[in-house]
Structure formats: structure tokens, C-alpha cells
């Protein structure tokens, strides 16, 4: 049976060297806030894909190609390495895999995610699959993106001062009306409070100067 937690004790590193790309993917270097250090991920999809995760407030950290599982059934070996291992503070911990398309996946890879889906329900293991059409949700993704590369170098103080300058505003106030105060926050601590859910906007829609800005009460 897995033991997921002596498996954490002996720390989560890659299980496999993918810092040099295979032919026809690209390796991506993802700056995680969360991991305080590099995501190395072997696609722009899974790039995206830690984008949710640095959203998603009950996530605590994420590694990548954290572990391959060996294992024989029927007689027949198989091996998988699942892309992600997601920790969470209250949600139970899962690994991820992220593809495109799963059922346009060559017929030996659906064989094999298959045989190791069923070893998940057998080990009581945690295993989901992330493709891009529940990745790439154009507007609110777009809007996550740009306001994840701005909140990077922040300091402790610009965001304090954008808590405190927040505190004294109405509950509701549009982009444009911050900005134009005397004394605004710095627009890293304005996407840090709406990327963190301080603020809380319609992310559904491309964000502009006239996008309304609600203090989480």
C-alpha cells in the first residue's frame, strides 16, 4: 500500500532529470511564489497549470515530476511519473497530470494511464487529470497571468501600506479611482491584493482602469 506520508519524509524531488528538454518540448523555468524558487515544467500548459495553483489560496506547495510508481499487475510491469504533486492546507493532497487532450493521447500512453488510474483506486492514492480546456479559460487565465508577473520583488511594506490604504477607501472603488489618488499603492501591491483575493474583482473580464475593485469584507 502507498504510504504517502513516509514518501514526504524523504522529501519531494523530481524523480527524473527533465532540465534538458525532449525533442519538441520546450522547458519552462516557472518563478513560484508559493515554492519560493523554480517550477521546472516541460510545457506552457503546465506552466498554466501552476498559475491555478499559486491562485488557489488552499494550496500550500506543488513539486514537479515528484515521484514514479513502479508497480506489476497480471504479470505486466508498468511505471508512470504523474506531472505534479499538489500539498494543500485542508484538501486532501493529489498528484496532477497534465496533458492537451487525454483522449487524443497516443493509444499506448491511455493504456498505461489507465492500468495506473486503477492502481490509484487500488493504493488509495489521490490522482487527477488537468487538460487544456480546463486550463486555458481564456479571460480569467490571461488575467491571472499578468497580474502574477507583477507581484513578484514586492516588499513587505508596499504591501502594508496597500492594506492600510485599502482600510480607508470605500468598499467598492474602480481601478482608475486608486490610481488616481495622491498617495495610490504601487500596482504589485494592487495585483498582489486582487491575485491574493484582498480585492476581489470579476475576473471573468479583462481587467482596465475602469474594472471595479470589492474589499473582502
Not at 500539498?87 to 492537451?100: D, G, Q, R, S, W
Not at 497516443?106 to 492502481?119: C, G, S, V
Request: proline letters at 5%; a neutral charge.
Amino acid at each position: 500500500m502507498w504510504d504517502e506520508l513516509k514518501w514526504l519524509e524523504q522529501g519531494a524531488i523530481p524523480a527524473r532529470d527533465i532540465h534538458r528538454g525532449r525533442h519538441g518540448r520546450n522547458t519552462i523555468y516557472f518563478p513560484s511564489v508559493k515554492n519560493q524558487g523554480q517550477v521546472i515544467c516541460e510545457s506552457v500548459l503546465e506552466a498554466s497549470y501552476c498559475i491555478w495553483l499559486e491562485w488557489d489560496v488552499d494550496v500550500k506547495s506543488y513539486h514537479a515530476q515528484p515521484h514514479t510508481f513502479r508497480w506489476t499487475w497480471n504479470t505486466a510491469r508498468f511505471q508512470y511519473t504523474p506531472d505534479f504533486y499538489v500539498i494543500h492546507e485542508l484538501a486532501a493532497n493529489h498528484f496532477t497530470e497534465v496533458k492537451p487532450d487525454f483522449t487524443r493521447a497516443p493509444a499506448k500512453y491511455r493504456i498505461t494511464l489507465r492500468e495506473f488510474i486503477d492502481h490509484c483506486d487500488r493504493e488509495s492514492i489521490r490522482f487527477k487529470l488537468a487538460d487544456a480546456g480546463s486550463i486555458q479559460r481564456a479571460v480569467r487565465l490571461s488575467n491571472l497571468k499578468m497580474l502574477y508577473t507583477l507581484i513578484h520583488r514586492i516588499t513587505q511594506w508596499e504591501a502594508d501600506y496597500c492594506s492600510a490604504f485599502l482600510s480607508q477607501q470605500d468598499t467598492t472603488l474602480s481601478l482608475r479611482e486608486v490610481c488616481l489618488h495622491p498617495t495610490p499603492p504601487s500596482l504589485r501591491a494592487l495585483a498582489k491584493a486582487i491575485f491574493s483575493g484582498e480585492l476581489l474583482a470579476d475576473l471573468d473580464r479583462p481587467l482596465t482602469l475602469d474594472s471595479k475593485l470589492t474589499k473582502r469584507m
